[in-house]
């Protein structure tokens, strides 16, 4: 028995094909998945030499690792002193949307300093940069979650307020076959407490 695929099904095994290129290039994703040039990247041809440097770090250090999809991997960790409007937060809707296209059933969690920071600034640009992926399709983009369609509980990221009573939110992370993350913005104003729970979702996977 013959199955044709429909034009659509066809078009999606090839972009998935396309995407899968990317797994270990995240400055390759930035310059190929986004509309630069245009809405909200109307003033930008591409990345600032700022995210250029830590997206080369970070695929450097993915294909150190070479993740097997089974055996846990050390977790990548980048930690960047930085003024304001250097592009911190499209930045972190590179990171988002690239770690979320290529790795399926990644969780993530992002927070910052304050909820006005987060709310405003971190997330609402997480959502503009998943609004303008390639993959825009593939997710469902909300205010407290964007999540693979079809799988809500185990592919998605997600918004934390950093309040110390809020810690416990930031456990129970894991995805032992594919990529646990956490992205902070405005680390120095962070609990400490925040950071020693997330180790618990550093532990395995990628």
Not at 87 to 113: C, E, H, M, Y
Not at 121 to 138: D, F, G, N, R, V
Not at 151 to 177: D, L, R, V, Y
Request: proline content about 4%; hydrophobic content about 35%; overall charge neutral.
């Amino acid at each position: 028995m013959t199955t044709r695929l429909s034009k659509f099904e066809q078009t999606e095994l090839e972009l998935a094909d396309f995407v899968g290129r990317y797994y270990a290039d995240p400055l390759g994703w930035a310059r190929v998945a986004f509309p630069w040039g245009q809405g909200i990247l109307a003033k930008l041809n591409g990345p600032c030499p700022c995210q250029v440097k830590i997206l080369t770090v970070l695929g450097e250090e993915v294909r150190k690792r070479r993740f097997n999809g089974r055996d846990a991997v050390p977790p990548i960790r980048i930690a960047v002193s930085s003024g304001h409007g250097i592009g911190k937060s499209v930045l972190f809707g590179i990171i988002d949307n690239w770690i979320k296209s290529t790795r399926p059933n990644s969780q993530g969690t992002v927070t910052a300093n304050t909820y006005t920071q987060l709310e405003t600034k971190t997330w609402a640009m997480i959502q503009a940069m998943a609004k303008l992926s390639l993959t825009a399709h593939w997710y469902e983009i909300g205010a407290q979650r964007i999540y693979r369609k079809l799988a809500k509980e185990t592919w998605f990221s997600s918004p934390q307020s950093c309040g110390e009573e809020n810690s416990e939110a930031f456990a129970g992370q894991h995805a032992a076959s594919s990529t646990s993350y956490y992205l902070n913005d405005e680390c120095s104003a962070i609990p400490d407490v925040i950071f020693e729970v997330q180790e618990g979702g550093l532990t395995d996977g990628e």
